[in-house]
């Protein structure tokens, strides 16, 4: 009988890739360019909306470049992050649970000092931050103990 595995198809990484450089540059347009297309100027509809008002339950006017370029940021890490590898075995296996706590550890580390150290608005982006940092952390993670076991075993 075939093991289940909640890992992606090997194909979902090169998507993950494009969506996550997709997110990127979109991210970058608007917050380092201020580019705000007047084509996603739209009405959407919000369950919490806090400017100069807070509302509840309501359509509201809405840019949607960061909202686009955020959901194509998580979902390409997403999908790059639970990709299988060429070999899934065991050993992968065991790297990539070692990869999930050392991720554990260093953002809740990262939180931590985020509730010690910022406050305000700068509290808010670090949660923004914590968005994507996870899958950042994990990748690095992994990707280094998978260089360290391919340059340790002279048989691959």
Known sequence: MKEFSYLLPRSFRLLGFIFTGTGVILLVLRFYYGIKPELLNSNVFAIFSSYLESK???????????EIGGLFLLLGLFMITFSKEINEDEIIKNI???????????NTLFLILSLLFTFGFGFVYMMV????LWFIIYLISFRIMIF?????????
């Open 56 to 66: 509840y339950f309501e359509v509201t006017k809405n840019q949607l470049i960061e």
């Open 148 to 156: 360290l076991k391919d340059n340790n075993n002279p048989n691959n």
């Open 129 to 132: 931050l914590n968005l994507v």
């Open 96 to 106: 990539r649970l070692k990869a999930f706590f050392i991720t554990a550890y260093l």
